[in-house]
């Protein structure tokens, strides 16, 4: 048989004493991670919200986009005028004027991913920046003519053909009603990637009810905070007062950005501020506004490509070599953007839209 083991006899093994280790106690973590992907701005899946429409929410959103364009209310300019017959200060009338249709790699990241976000630029504009780095697009009426339906049919070629990311609406402000029938046509013709709305924030309350239940992203531009400098440079009043309802009621919309796993924006807020020469205390004020009055978990871009366009440095008519909007002909410095970045780290912002490190794609 197989012997047993024992241990009898055998002395007890006594392990030699180990000195006693003082581990460094772990840093406190801050109230935020530093992840965007991170619950609760993480979804396993997304349904854009305008696939959740019922068939009646829908036919009631066709009939108040067809009263819109009766009677034009649409942005704060208020024109008023019936857009079946003649046109307002935007110049556009019942159906929609396209200069691009294409995917787009110049947007956000985590907009654009590797496909590409599919961008739908419109021609016309409710404002006149003198600045406007879009400006043969915004001030000019060049493009093709698009109905709503037709409009539609480009959306669903952008998804399949494309396979971008998104649909997104540059400038749209001023072809709301349209904009809204071409996402309810998409939907009923296969559409199903979500609907980026991305404006300069002069948007009236009336427009963003009508596109309540179709936007999954609003991609609102800041500009500017001093009414004096809306009147000079944007060529409207108030500015910054509509900017502040309007991105108030986005975000009672859609709420923060989310993300899924693939690091693609699917719903929420993302509020880009391009800082412009000489007005970094204005950026200063908007981003504190934004933490205080809208959420700290705002994703923000804070932009530096500002370079003179459109009016800017012009000669100024019968002055000699004087040049119109001196102040701003120049590139932004790094002080003037330093100086609103770090107010808004001050303000308690930290979900920021960071340049990509390499070449390729950054989440």
């Not at 396993?44 to 305008?50: A, H, L, Q, V, W």
């Not at 979500?194 to 300069?200: E, L, M």
């Not at 929420?268 to 934004?290: A, D």
Request: glycine share 6%; hydrophobic share 35%.
């Amino acid at each position: 048989m197989r012997p047993s083991l024992s241990l009898r006899g055998v002395p007890p093994f006594h392990s030699p004493r180990l000195p006693t280790l003082s581990l460094p106690r772990s840093p406190i973590l801050p109230t935020h991670r530093n992840l965007h992907l991170a619950p609760p701005f993480l979804l396993d899946t997304y349904t854009p919200r305008y696939q959740l429409l019922s068939s009646i929410d829908a036919a009631r959103k066709r009939s108040l986009a067809y009263s819109h364009l009766s009677n034009c209310n649409l942005c704060p300019r208020l024109c008023s005028v019936n857009r079946f017959k003649t046109t307002g200060h935007c110049l556009i009338g019942s159906n929609v004027l396209v200069n691009t249709i294409a995917p787009h790699f110049g947007e956000e990241p985590c907009l654009q991913g590797h496909n590409g976000s599919g961008s739908v630029f419109f021609s016309g504009c409710n404002l006149r920046c003198v600045f406007c780095q879009n400006h043969d697009i915004a001030h000019q009426r060049n493009g093709m003519e698009l109905s709503p339906e037709e409009l539609a049919e480009w959306m669903v070629k952008l998804q399949d053909v494309g396979g971008v990311h998104n649909i997104n609406m540059v400038t749209p402000e001023h072809v709301v009603p349209q904009v809204a029938l071409a996402i309810l046509a998409a939907r009923d013709m296969g559409l199903k990637v979500p609907i980026v709305y991305n404006t300069s924030a002069f948007d009236s309350m009336a427009s963003l009810e009508l596109m309540d239940g179709l936007v999954d992203i609003y991609l609102p531009d800041f500009k500017v905070w001093n009414d004096s400098t809306s009147k000079r440079l944007l060529k409207a009043d108030n500015y910054a007062e509509h900017a502040r309802e309007s991105i108030r009621e986005m975000y009672r919309q859609v709420g923060d950005l989310c993300f899924t796993g693939d690091g693609i924006a699917r719903k929420g807020v993302l509020v880009r501020h391009l800082v412009m020469p000489g007005k970094e205390e204005e950026g200063v004020e908007i981003v504190r506004w934004l933490s205080g009055s809208v959420s700290k978990d705002t994703f923000v871009h804070i932009m530096e490509q500002f370079h003179p366009r459109a009016h800017v440095g012009k000669k100024r008519r019968g002055s000699g070599e004087e040049k119109r909007y001196a102040d701003i002909n120049r590139a932004v410095n790094e002080d003037e953007m330093s100086v609103v970045v770090k107010a808004a780290k001050e303000a308690g912002l930290w979900r920021f839209q960071e340049a990509a490190r390499h070449d390729g794609f950054n989440i």
